[in-house]
């Protein structure tokens, strides 16, 4: 399929994500200056109304600075589809616009079903994008969610209506299942890559007790830190924005902070980016293709 959808044919490589403009242990004033920080840069915002006042703090910025607001990817969903339409107006209401360039798609219960039988969902889609509520969609993936998206991909549901697919996707993490991650690459459909650092450093994660907010990261942050030392990359979040774009159908890749400084660094690493030398992404792909078997797909719901 065409990389050329108008709805992400202008995606940044980097898009700053919100959740710590959410974090009420931070002060409000520090958040509000990295949020202008980063419309200043221009970049794409992810954000969704479970990240605290996150909305809010937007909305404020928005307000403010009307000539820089970004364009904007929210989440929505959720079990049927009435809630699709809900879940756009409880994002953009506080944000203080009329729609957003992206929905991602988080489905589940009935609507998951829908979406994998090529249902009314797609109707209702369609109806919100003419609408203007929205530009386009993409769909949320999960090690436990590969299959509804699987279904539909390979049933062709997707094409003209969903431009892409959206998950973890970082050194540490690669949320798509191997049978999913496979279809998707083979159709170089678009992907936007999540938690671009995995939560911190790796020293950091493999390091610092409780750094790494599940077990299973801190054990894999072990395996991790030598292949990062032995490419000679010394900073982490350059590592990791090169990591994801070295995968062709990785469109952007989406990372949070607080700081400036932090959001400097994703900033600088966005600038003219190099894919990884092929030995390293060798070595990380096999590691993923066995996370995934070994761990991802067996867990439960939500545990990792
Ligand atoms: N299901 C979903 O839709 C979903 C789930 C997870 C995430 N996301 C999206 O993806 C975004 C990123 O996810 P994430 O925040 O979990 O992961 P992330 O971007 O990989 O990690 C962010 C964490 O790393 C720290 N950090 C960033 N740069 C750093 C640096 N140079 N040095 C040290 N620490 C650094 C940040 O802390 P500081 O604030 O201290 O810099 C923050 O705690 C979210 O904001 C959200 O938009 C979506």
Redesign the pocket.
């Known amino acids: 399929m065409s990389d050329n959808r108008s709805s992400i044919s202008e995606i940044t490589p980097y898009i700053y994500?919100?959740?710590?403009l959410g974090d009420d242990k931070?002060p409000r004033e520090q958040r509000l200056k990295t949020a202008y920080a980063a419309m200043e840069s221009g970049v794409w915002f992810?954000?969704?109304r479970m990240?605290g006042d996150a909305l809010e703090v937007l909305g404020e910025t928005f307000r403010n600075k009307q000539n820089n607001i970004p364009k904007i990817i929210i989440?929505m969903g959720w079990e049927n589809i009435p809630q699709l339409r809900e879940s756009i107006l409880e994002n953009i209401n506080p944000l203080g616009i009329d729609g957003v360039q992206l929905g991602?798609l988080?489905l589940s219960g009935g609507l998951e079903q829908d979406f994998a039988n090529g249902g009314n969902c797609f109707k209702v889609f369609e109806e919100l994008k003419n609408e203007g509520l929205v530009k386009g969609f993409v769909v949320?993936v999960f090690p436990w969610t590969s299959d509804a998206p699987l279904k539909a991909l390979r049933a062709g549901y997707l094409e003209g209506i969903i431009d892409g697919f959206?998950f973890?996707l970082?050194p540490l993490q690669r949320f798509a299942a191997n049978e999913l991650w496979n279809e998707i690459a083979t159709r170089n459909y678009p992907v936007i890559a999540?938690?671009?650092?995995?939560?911190?450093?790796v020293h950091?994660l493999r390091d610092i007790p409780g750094f790494a907010w599940k077990d299973y990261l801190q054990k894999r942050a072990v395996e991790m830190a030598p292949i990062f030392e032995r490419s000679g990359i010394k900073n982490?979040?350059e590592f990791?924005m090169r990591f994801a774009h070295s995968f062709p159908m990785v469109k952007a890749t989406?990372?949070?902070?607080?700081?400036i400084?932090?959001l400097n660094?994703?900033l600088k690493a966005k600038e003219n980016i190099k894919i990884l030398p092929s030995d390293i992404l060798d070595e990380i792909s096999s590691l993923q293709k066995r996370w995934s078997d070994e761990t991802d797909i067996k867990a439960e719901r939500w545990s990792m």
């Open positions: 994500g919100t959740t710590r931070i992810h954000t969704a990240y989440k991602q988080c949320e959206i973890y970082n999540m938690r671009t650092v995995s939560g911190g450093p950091s982490w979040t990791c989406v990372g949070s902070s607080s700081k400084e932090n660094q994703f």
